[in-house]
């Protein structure tokens, strides 16, 4: 199993604010990393696919890159409603495995 | 509007079963994989189980083979999840998603299963 891990755990920043998270895989996955937003009490949103992929709807503040086992999701200028938990998952390999989580915080 | 709508939650007694159901509508069931993932109460995200568009290939987690069953009906665009052997460690909401090429693009609320005596 893909063991995918997310730095760092809590990520405190202010809005209008530049946000990197980073999701490392235990072997490469190619380019098949995917990163969800969610917010309490609701489904998971897709953001990113492909790497690198914006999902439809997703604002262009919201971008993804890497290849391999790194990967970083970041957000450029932080808007109120983009502190949430954010998930990196692979589907390179079954089972799909989500990392841990990132939450984004208000600092 | 593509929708996903799960149900079925409820408590159980360890060792129990349940299904659950995960109704869609707004696009064509049958061309599309399907996931159930779950999520503990203040955990992450953990695959269960995925399904081919004709239900001919599935897969499971570790953690529930032998005890869940995945299954669809694409003539009623419903997509189920058998639950048997429940143990305290599957109490979660479990999500119904639409996968594409192996990523989830649509999610289902959830359903809550609480497994407890």
């Known amino acids: 199993e893909i063991v995918m891990t997310q730095s760092p755990a809590t990520l405190s920043v202010s809005p209008g604010e530049r946000a990197t998270l980073s999701c490392r895989a235990s072997q490469s996955v190619s380019s098949n990393l995917a990163w969800y937003q969610q917010k309490p009490g609701q489904a998971p949103r897709l953001l990113i696919h492909g790497a690198s992929t914006r999902a439809t709807g997703i604002p262009a503040r919201f971008s993804g890159s890497g290849s391999g086992t790194e990967f970083t999701l970041t957000i450029s200028s932080l808007q109120s409603e983009d502190f949430a938990i954010y998930y990196c998952?692979?589907?390179?390999?079954?089972?799909?495995?989500f990392g841990q989580g990132t939450k984004l915080e208000i600092k | 509007e593509v929708q996903l709508v799960e149900s079925g939650g409820g408590l159980v007694q360890p060792g129990g079963s349940l299904r659950l159901s995960c109704a869609v509508s707004?696009?064509?069931?049958?061309?599309?994989?399907m996931h159930w993932v779950r999520q503990a109460p203040g955990k992450g995200l953990e695959y269960v189980s995925a399904?081919?568009?004709?239900?001919?290939?599935?897969d499971y987690a570790n953690s529930v083979k032998g005890r869940f069953t995945i299954s669809r009906d694409n003539s009623k665009n419903t997509l189920y999840l058998q639950m048997g052997s429940l143990r305290a460690e599957d109490m979660a909401v479990y999500h119904c998603?639409?996968?594409?090429?192996?990523?989830?693009?649509?999610w289902g609320q959830g359903t809550l299963v609480t497994v407890s005596s």
């Open positions: 998952q692979q589907y390179n390999n079954w089972p799909r495995t």
């Open positions: 998603a639409r996968s594409v090429s192996g990523y989830d693009d649509y």
């Open positions: 707004g696009f064509t069931f049958s061309s599309y994989g």
């Open positions: 399904i081919s568009t004709n239900g001919d290939r599935t």
